[in-house]
Structures are given as C-alpha cells and as structure tokens.
C-alpha cells in the first residue's frame, strides 16, 4: 500500500504533530516506502504463533504496596514552561 | 595518557603516578583541542568534572577508592545527568536539565567514583545509524572527517576513537552502540536485554533498548560493564542476577570453541573485501582452538522489516509524553490545548523522529493492530527460535557488524529505506534480546571493519574473553586515527 497526503495529515493529527503543507508529500513519500518494506512481513504465514513477550519469558516482578516516591512535586516542576500554585498551566478546555 | 588502557590508568591512580585531577585536565584539554573538528560533545562539565576527580583523589588518599575511582568517561546524552542538561539531541530537550540520575549514572559516577567529562552527542532521540539527526549538528568520523561515525551512539564512538575519553556509554535499540563501534575501530557491547537498568534512560523502544559500554578494547569493556551492570528495582525489566565479575574469564581459552557462521549472512550479498577481513578473523580464532560450523537464521532477513513496526510503534508510545506542559519545549503563543500539543511536538521533533512517530502512530491504531504489531511480535518470536536452535549447535555466531565501513555524510541521509538497511546485521540481536559484540577486525582503505560476535543470554563474560583472546594477538584496536595523536 501507499500513503496518500490525506492519510499522512490523519496520521499527524493522531500524533498530534504540526505539519507544513510541503513536508506532507514528502513524509507521505517516506512513509509509502517504509510500509513496503515492513509489508515483506506478509510473507511468512504465521498463524498459531504465540507473540513474543518478553526475550526471558519471564513474569512482572512484584513489589510490597508500600510507598516509595517522596514528594518532589517542587523540583520536577522547576523545569516546566508554565505552572502556578503546583499545578501545571495549559489552556482552557472547557468553556 | 590518553593512550593508556583503563586498567593502566587505574594502576597509575592507585600508585599516584598521576592524580585524576591532573588526568581529568588532560581529557578537557583534549576536548577543547578536538571537539570544534569533531563535535562528539555537545556539553562538557568541566566544573562538575573537577569537583569529581577532587573527590577522587581524596578517596584514592584515604584509601576508599574502587579499581574505577578517578577516571574519566563520558555519557551518551540519553542518560539523565541530575542539574546537566540531557538533550538527547533534540530541540525538544534543549532546555532539559534532568531532575535526577540515572541508575547508570548513579552506579558509574557516585558509586564507583568515576569523573564525568560531559554528554555525547546522538542521533535524535536515538533514531537513526548515523548521528546526522541531531538538533546540535553532524557527528564526525575521526578515521576520515568526511564520513559518519555511526550512530546513533556516534558522539560516544568519535569521542573514545579520538582518544578524547577513555571510555563513553552507549545505548543499543537496534545497533546503535555495535555500528559506531564498528565504523570508529572500537570495542562495543550490547548486553543482554535487562542486564543495565534503563532508568534514567530516554526512551525510544522500551522493548529493545539496552545501555552498554563502548571502548577502545574488550578489557575495558569488561572493566566498564561491571560499573554499569546490576540489578534496580526501578527498572520493571531489569533482571535481578547475582553480580558478575566481567573480567574474570578474559583470559580463558578458546580450545573447544564452536562458532556459528550464519548462511545468511555469509553469501554473495557480502562485500567481498569485507568477506576476506572476517575469514582471517575467523582463521585466527580456528588456530586458538576454535570451530566454525554452518547455522541457519531462516527468518533473519524480516529482523529489518520487524523493526520498523515494533521500534516505531514503542516510540510513538513513549514519545507521546512531550506535550510541551511539563518540561521540554513549548511552542510560542499557542491558541488552544491541541494547538499547544501539535506546535510543541511539530517544532520540537525532527523529521526522522516525526517519521517514526508517524509509522507508529499509524501500525497501533484501529484496525491496523492485528496486521502490523501483532503480526511482527510473532515474527519476533521465530526469529527468536532461529537463535535459540543455533546455540544448541554453536557457542557463538560470528558475522560483519555493518555492512560496509563507515559512510560518506549525506550519502544516506535522503532515503530512510536505505539507512535504515544498514542494520541488517544487529537488528535481530535486539528483537530477540541477545548480547552481541563489535569488534575490530581490519581496516579497508585505512577506514576500520567491525566483526560482531553474538552469544546466547548471559554470555557477556564468554564474548569478552573471546574478544580479549583475538585482541591479544591483533593490533587493530590499537591503531590511531592521524590528526588526534
């Protein structure tokens, strides 16, 4: 299959990434190539295969429910563009 | 100095024949002489470094010191670096000033006492082979300025081949500690998925991506992985093991030795000049004791092709957290939260890092699941098998480690497609969670070839010593490129 640039701007948009009108036939392009080569996939049949996991089959660790995160609300949010009285500033969604 | 292997320089501290003061201002003298030609650096933490190597000779004096204490390395700028900047060589990251240490970090620089130099400069977020895609510019080859050094770990590789640091850290997705190794003349390993914490680590693919070292020869891999390696809790992956002395096996023998040359990869697609390098290679292993047998990766020619579902979809996951709201870059006067959400990711984001963001974004979402992610997580597991069933017969598969020796810059840069295919050789390694090692193995016209030994989970200390055995008896490893004397 191929991309067309009305499926890369739906894409973008999923991603929620900005394009430029120019870079949309190019990505579209970039894109139509990539999936080619992912699509020699189809040619082994792989019915019945289980999905590989993890390399180690092995199974999530577990850990006592107990609180190990202190509070670094202060610290993590001295790198933030906007934030005021600890909370994090973004614009308004709800009219 | 900055010839001196890491054990030499351990020996030299401990006897205080130099002090790691006196060695740190060496290495940043270096830098500052070498890094405008080769801009493998992108931050250098003179004062921090300093303030370390002080602390060092403190600890040697008082007698605390580890075998590492005092000597300089370098971090690949993906690992979080609490109060320096951690770029990963994006826009988005420009203003990020880690909050914290990764557990790699904390392990090498806090508890065995090494001094960081500074952060290395990468391809962006870790997605490309050719450290051309980073926000701070290309990454030069010391071997020949006009080629690449291979990336996406290349500042690290320019950084140790020009003897700027005596070793960098790494990180492998898909090749990327293996192909710079490879592409600069250096030792590189990739270990066993789990084996180094990713904490503190950026993400790209969760799945795949691994930390290790990157060096001039096998021993001082050996030496650097035991600082790096371990178990942390933080890490849901990481795997709790007892603690490995890496260096321990170094000198083994290889009497006995079975290794695996994939029919696969050795055939008429294989540069023939390549091709001649391995086979000495291998003839010098044979007269240590080793043997070489035919195995069969039936499956590995779609390793590629499952990559780029399986990487991409990971990275559209985990790249969704720069929103430009909690940290990272945030676009100018935005009119509305998507607005916001969309300029911060289109402005912040390169292209080959929107390109993969995109073919994630498209492989996970409905309808396309069964097809893309799915289907490729099988193919994973019979390429997975294709291992499994060659280290019943085999120790250790012996195969190139790049196609080619490194690249002209721009040569590839114009057709993903073809960039991405110089991973034919390390992608597997990853999708299966194998360790796998870079090597040295020759050079063609005066540019170094890189060998790759691949071995069964947990056989770091084997390839090592394999390694260690072939560097004993070969100089490749030694060689210098011209201009950084």
């Known amino acids: 299959m191929s991309f067309s640039q009305t499926d890369v701007a739906k894409i973008a948009h999923l991603a929620r990434i900005a394009l430029n009108e120019q870079d949309v036939a190019v990505y579209a392009e970039n894109l139509s190539n990539i999936i080619e080569l992912v699509e020699q996939m189809n040619s082994i049949d792989t019915t019945g295969i289980v999905p590989m996991a993890h390399p180690q089959d092995m199974a999530a660790r577990m850990r006592d429910d107990v609180v190990t995160e202190t509070d670094q609300r202060q610290l993590y949010q001295s790198i933030a563009p906007l934030t005021e009285a600890g909370l994090y500033l973004v614009l308004k969604v709800i009219e | ?485």
């Open chain 2, 1 to 485: 100095m900055h010839h001196k292997s890491i054990r030499q320089l351990s020996q030299h501290l401990q006897q205080k024949d130099i002090s790691s003061v006196e060695l740190t201002q060496h290495f940043l003298q270096r830098i500052q002489q070498h890094n405008p030609q080769l801009n493998c650096f992108v931050t250098v933490t003179e004062q921090q470094a300093l303030a370390q190597a002080k602390a060092a000779d403190a600890a040697i004096a008082a007698g605390t010191a580890s075998a590492l204490t005092g000597i300089p390395m370098s971090h690949k700028d993906i690992f979080c670096t609490h109060g320096v900047k951690t770029s990963c060589g994006s826009k988005m990251l420009d203003n990020f000033i880690a909050p914290y240490d990764a557990h790699v970090v904390a392990k090498m620089n806090h508890q065995a006492g090494m001094v960081m130099l500074g952060k290395t400069n990468m391809d962006e977020f870790a997605m490309g082979s050719s450290s051309e895609t980073s926000y701070y510019g290309v990454v030069k080859n010391p071997w020949d300025l006009e080629t690449v050094p291979g990336g996406s770990s290349g500042g690290s590789a320019s950084a140790v081949a020009a003897r700027l640091t005596p070793m960098a850290t790494g990180t492998d997705t898909g090749g990327s500690i293996r192909q710079p190794a490879a592409f600069c003349g250096l030792t590189g390993l990739k270990p066993t998925y789990g084996v180094v914490s990713r904490f503190g680590m950026v993400a790209f693919a969760s799945s795949l991506d691994q930390g290790g070292p990157m060096t001039r020869s096998a021993e001082d891999a050996a030496l650097m992985l035991n600082a790096m390696a371990g178990f942390d809790p933080r890490d849901s992956t990481c795997l709790n093991r007892e603690v490995e002395d890496y260096t321990v096996n170094l000198n083994q023998s290889l009497a006995g030795l079975k290794i695996g040359l994939p029919k696969q990869y050795f055939n008429a697609d294989l540069d023939s000049g390549m091709a001649q390098k391995l086979e000495a290679a291998t003839n010098l292993l044979i007269s240590l004791g080793a043997s070489v047998h035919e195995v069969d990766l039936a499956n590995t020619h779609l390793s590629v092709p499952v990559y780029y579902v399986v990487a991409p979809a990971e990275c559209s996951s985990n790249l969704s957290r720069f929103d430009g709201v909690r940290y990272g870059y945030r676009c100018d006067k935005p009119v509305d939260l998507t607005d916001l959400y969309k300029r911060s990711r289109g402005e912040g984001f390169g292209a080959e890092v929107k390109r993969r963001i995109m073919m994630g974004t498209y492989a996970l979402s409905a309808g396309y699941y069964d097809a893309y992610y799915l289907k490729a997580q099988q193919l994973r597991q019979l390429i997975s098998d294709d291992f499994k069933q060659a280290f019943t017969q085999v120790d250790v598969i012996l195969s190139p480690t790049a196609p080619s020796t490194a690249f002209k810059m721009g040569e590839k840069t114009h057709d993903p497609v073809t960039m991405y295919l110089s991973d034919i050789y390390t992608i597997a390694v990853n999708l299966a969670g194998l360790p796998a090692l870079a090597l040295p193995a020759g050079f063609i016209n005066q540019m170094p070839v890189g060998m790759q030994l691949i071995g069964n989970y947990f056989s770091e200390s084997r390839l090592l010593n394999i390694a260690h055995r072939y560097q004993q008896q070969t100089d490749w490893h030694v060689q210098m490129p011209a201009g950084f004397a």
